[in-house]
């Protein structure tokens, strides 16, 4: 049976608070087999915060780790695409659990594997959007997942807040896309802002983009201009301009070209090790 995507009819509030309460609960036992929980974040979009996550999912189960993702960019959902089953749908138990959509291993639910048809824009504002996150986590058949990377939305919003406040106790802590460049440490600075106003763990910043590597000469090549965050902050990895990447990502061939050798490859393995290590300090 595919699982697919309903709009519950309109409530008073007193009866949503109620609802809320006992999805809340149904989040808790839905989410006691997932061990840690990494939020995905980034300042602003296009900087290759769904990419990364796709890919640190790929290196962490390389890792021999058991992961699953939750794509909860509603409005730009990628994960699908990165992970080539944009065609796919999640299936439901007859008790109506969701199983999550797996690729070399990995675990994946979005909402985008639960529409009738992919072109369907969501218009969706927030109380709904919290909702829905907190729907596709509740019924969720997470099973034993070690760790749950979850790509947010760009920015500091509605999904971001509904995770890191629902989820707090599962928190491993979450990691920060971004590129060099003085607009960027200043909209990076914002997110680590807003997670030290949550009470939320950074565990550190992966700089995507980081440089172009020439492959006639080797010089390296800071194309976006100079890295610089803030000096508390942890760089898990310098992630390097990779043409070779995004042709396979825009075929959807992602998994094909994490299968081969790359300096790109090496950087996320290493992004992953640094986040388990990260991982390991705050325990
Ligand atoms: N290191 C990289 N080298 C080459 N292309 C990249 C790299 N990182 C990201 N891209 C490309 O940049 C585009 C935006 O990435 P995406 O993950 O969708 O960004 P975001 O989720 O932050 O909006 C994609 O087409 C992706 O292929
Ligand atoms: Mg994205």
């Given at each position: 049976m595919k699982f697919r995507l309903s709009s519950g009819p309109l409530v008073d509030a007193g009866r949503a608070a109620k609802i809320m309460e006992e999805l809340l609960k149904k989040v808790r036992e839905s989410t006691s087999g997932i061990r840690q929980v990494i939020p995905v974040m980034s300042g602003k979009g296009g900087v290759g915060k769904s990419l990364m996550t796709a890919s640190l999912a790929l290196a962490l189960r390389e890792l021999g780790k058991n992961v699953a993702i939750l794509d909860a960019d509603l409005h730009g959902p990628s994960i699908p695409w990165l992970m080539g089953v944009v065609n796919d749908s999640m299936r439901a138990t007859k008790e109506g659990r969701i199983l999550p959509v797996m690729a070399d291993g990995v675990g994946i639910v979005s909402v985008d594997l639960a529409l009738e048809r992919k072109d369907t824009p969501l218009a969706w504002r927030g109380p709904i959007k919290t909702r829905a996150i907190l729907d596709l986590l509740s019924l969720t058949?997470?099973?034993?997942?070690?760790y749950l990377l979850v790509d947010l939305p760009p920015g500091t919003g509605d999904e971001a807040l509904t995770i890191l406040r629902y989820l707090k106790p599962r928190l491993g802590g979450a990691v920060l896309v971004t590129i060099p460049g003085g607009l960027v440490k200043h909209v990076v600075q914002k997110a680590i802002n807003f997670l030290r106003i949550i009470g939320a763990p950074l565990l550190g910043v992966v700089i995507n983009m980081a440089y172009f590597r020439c492959p006639v000469c080797g010089t390296r090549h800071e194309i976006f201009g100079e890295v610089s965050v803030p000096?508390?902050?942890?760089?898990?990895a310098e992630i390097p301009i990779d043409p070779e990447l995004a042709k396979h990502v825009s075929r959807g061939e992602l998994r094909k070209y994490f299968r081969l050798e790359s300096a790109w490859k090496r950087a996320v393995i290493d992004a992953a090790s640094e986040i388990l290590k990260a991982l390991e300090k705050q325990a």
């Open positions: 058949d997470w099973g034993q997942t070690e000096t508390n902050v942890k760089v898990l």
